[in-house]
């Protein structure tokens, strides 16, 4: 029982999903033919009929009758054979043979395709048609316009365009055929070649419309402007020549010849309109003059500033040779006080080797300027160049000079600052000596003895020959120093034995009252009999801070009211 019912679910199950597959099958089959429907019911008759707008005749008559067969084939042979198909595979549907009925469909697809790609090329073919004649209308307006603009320029400005006018005529009335050939094309139906002609014409009238607007600037360039700008520069050569300029350096004799010749060539290519041509050759031989001419300015300023340099480099030179004969003697003496660096030693003999060359070369450009065989504009680079060259030496000998002077300068300084370190100890002496201390620390002494020492250094040093100011000078800094550092230890020293005392005297008042007091104080005052300022005055003070909490505030207090 339970195997017959499996049996009917499967039958049923497989009964409902074949009338599932047909019924999708089914749609499919409705798409195409909706396909068939949309291609057939195309206005493409109508629009054929849009073409009896035109004429009739030649190629256009040929291409209606191409499109009228084309799309009657589509409609009775493919159309009507896409039916039959239809209905086999509706057929095949309906007897549930659904893979002969996808192999039709296929089949159906395809010559769909084909129909409405034959379809979508006459549509387009008339498109073009129409386009054609429309847009050829509106064109040849343009063309026939710039073609009478053409014709009136240049017979109202036929002089601006010089020898070149008789070509552009030719080129512009050369227009005059095509438009007669256009109207007989499109008389003829040829609406395409018509269009081709147009194109072409568009291109050719825009050629000579271009022709026209840049042709009268170029020709009198080319006819005029250079040919004069030439000979003008030629005539500049000779009277450059003949006024002494050397000038053959230029190669502008040997360029002319080819010059003029460019100029000839860009004059032919201008009688044949090849006006770029011309104008590539009008810009080259331009920058040619214009380099001539710039070349020739150059010259001309060259010489003035030769002229004008030339005394004054003469008197430069004479005047540093003189000034380094006095710096070799200032070196020969200042060495026999100082001693010198290589440098300095070395700078004079080096500066008389070079000045010995620029003399030279000085001497040898003179006498090319007088020759007149050299471009003034390479003798002016010479003498710029020997001038730098004599200005950097004269920097090289003022450097040298200074040096040699600070030594003097350096050896007053050391002088004066050893006297005023001398006169300083003598002071810090004598006032150490009016404070009566009983007893100076042997530090005192000792670095009293260091600072005289350091000074009698530099008195060695400075007796010396040749003197090593270098030297000096380091240890002329550090006794400095050293007289400085002892001055603040002498100030430190008596303002401590001072402060010892003030606060030794100000405690009596508690020695015979308090035994640590009396015994701190003598203490203190062991230590300053000693000369040990500092430590007493420490011992002092903390003796008295231990009874009388604050009492070197009032104690400083006192003693600013005393002062």
């Known amino acids: 029982m339970e195997y017959i019912i499996g049996s009917v679910l499967l039958a049923v199950i497989l009964i409902g999903t074949a009338f599932f597959w047909r019924k999708k099958q089914y749609k499919e089959v409705d798409v195409l033919e909706e396909q068939k429907l949309d291609i057939q019911h195309r206005p493409v008759l109508e629009e054929m009929t849009k073409v009896k707008q035109l004429n009739m005749n030649g190629q256009t008559e040929e291409l209606f009758e191409k499109w009228r067969d084309s799309w009657t084939y589509i409609v009775d042979e493919k159309l009507t054979e896409v039916d039959s198909l239809l209905f086999d595979a509706e057929e095949h549907i309906d007897k549930f043979r659904f893979n002969k009925s996808k192999k039709v469909r296929e089949a159906i697809e395809e010559e769909l395709k084909t129909a409405e790609e034959q379809m979508n090329v006459i549509l387009q073919e008339l498109e073009d048609l129409m386009g054609s004649d429309e847009k050829n209308r509106e064109e040849m307006e343009y063309i026939q316009q710039v073609f009478r603009e053409s014709r009136s320029t240049l017979m109202a400005e036929r002089h601006s365009f010089g020898k070149s006018a008789e070509a552009l005529e ?44 840049r042709l009268p600037s170029l020709n009198d360039e080319v006819q005029y402007s250079l040919p004069s700008q030439r000979s003008e520069l030629k005539d500049g050569f000779n009277e450059m020549s003949d006024k002494g300029f050397p000038l053959s350096h230029l190669g502008f004799e040997k360029a002319d010849p080819e010059l003029e010749s460019q100029i000839g060539l860009a004059q032919k290519h201008l009688l044949r309109l090849e ?181 009698e250094q530099i008195d060695r040093l400075l007796a010396e020959r040749p003197m090593n100011m270098k030297l000096i000078s380091q240890h002329s800094s550090s006794a400095e120093r050293m007289t400085e550092a002892f001055e603040e230890s002498t100030f430190d020293m008596m303002n401590a034995a001072e402060s010892a005392e003030r606060v030794i005297q100000y405690g009596n008042r508690y020695r015979s009252k308090n035994e640590v007091v009396f015994i701190g104080l003598n203490e203190a005052e062991m230590l300053f009999r000693r000369g040990q300022y500092q430590d007493a005055l420490e011992q002092a003070a903390e003796t008295i801070e231990k009874v009388e909490p604050g009492a070197l505030k009032k104690i400083d207090d006192l003693k600013e009211q005393h002062v």
């Open 170 to 213: 030719r080129k512009i009335y050369a227009v005059e055929p095509k438009l007669d050939e256009y109207q007989s094309l499109t008389g003829e139906g040829n609406y395409l070649q018509a269009r081709e002609l147009v194109l072409a014409l568009v291109q050719e009238i825009n050629d000579i419309q271009s022709i026209i607007e």
């Open 275 to 455: 006006l770029d041509e011309a104008d590539d050759i009008r810009q080259s031989v331009q920058d040619a003059l214009d380099q001539f001419y710039d070349q020739l300015e150059d010259e001309v300023e060259a010489r003035s500033k030769l002229n004008d340099k030339l005394a004054p480099l003469s008197e430069k030179l004479t005047e540093t040779v003189k000034r380094n004969e006095e710096l070799t003697r200032e070196v020969d003496y200042v060495r026999q006080g100082y001693q010198l660096d290589q440098t300095n030693l070395d700078l004079p003999k080096d500066h008389e080797k070079q000045l010995e060359r620029i003399t030279k070369e000085f001497h040898l450009m003179s006498d090319r300027r007088k020759e007149g065989e050299t471009a003034f504009t390479i003798l002016a680079v010479e003498a710029e160049r020997l001038e730098t060259e004599l200005a950097e030496i004269e920097e090289q000998q003022k450097n040298s000079s200074s040096q040699l002077q600070k030594l003097r300068s350096d050896e007053i300084t050391v002088r004066e600052l050893q006297d005023n370190c001398f006169k300083k100890l003598k002071e810090l002496v004598k006032l150490v000596s009016q404070k009566n201390l009983p007893k100076i620390p042997d530090y005192w002494h000792m670095e009293l003895k260091e600072v005289n020492d350091q000074l």
